[in-house]
């Protein structure tokens, strides 16, 4: 078991899945087909860790976001028609456009994606697919 303490984004208390990125995770290239089929599983072919893995409902551990602008608004939408993920877990600084994306889902829709940033990279070295993690409200993340 390892802890990690990073910067709270939109905080929460949650247990689930991992599910990790060890490269940057595109948004729009993840969940854009699963916008129109229902369906969780990674499109993006570019991702050699997630591609056609199942990221709905999971806290998703990866250094950053990359992609266009329409990020946010992905997350946001994946989110609201239940395809989204539980968690973000950054090692990185979270990127101002997912951040919007994370804020509108809760605000518009009521769909909560816990974020947090700043775990830094021993983190995404220590946390691997599948394993129990346990975020608490203040940025503590136990990896189990």
Known sequence: ????????????????????????????????????????????????????????????CLPKTIGSTTGGMILQCAADVGIGPAAMLYADHIDSISAAGIILAEVWNDKKIVAIDQLGDEFLEAVQDGQKIEIIEDGTVIVH
């Open 1 to 60: 078991m390892k802890t990690f303490k990073g910067r709270v984004v939109l905080g929460g208390n949650l247990t689930g899945e991992s599910v990790v990125s060890r490269q940057g995770f595109n948004t729009l290239a993840t969940y854009f087909r699963g916008l129109t089929t229902g369906s969780s599983i990674c499109n993006d072919q570019n991702n050699k860790d997630l591609y056609q893995k199942d990221v709905g409902g999971k806290i998703i």
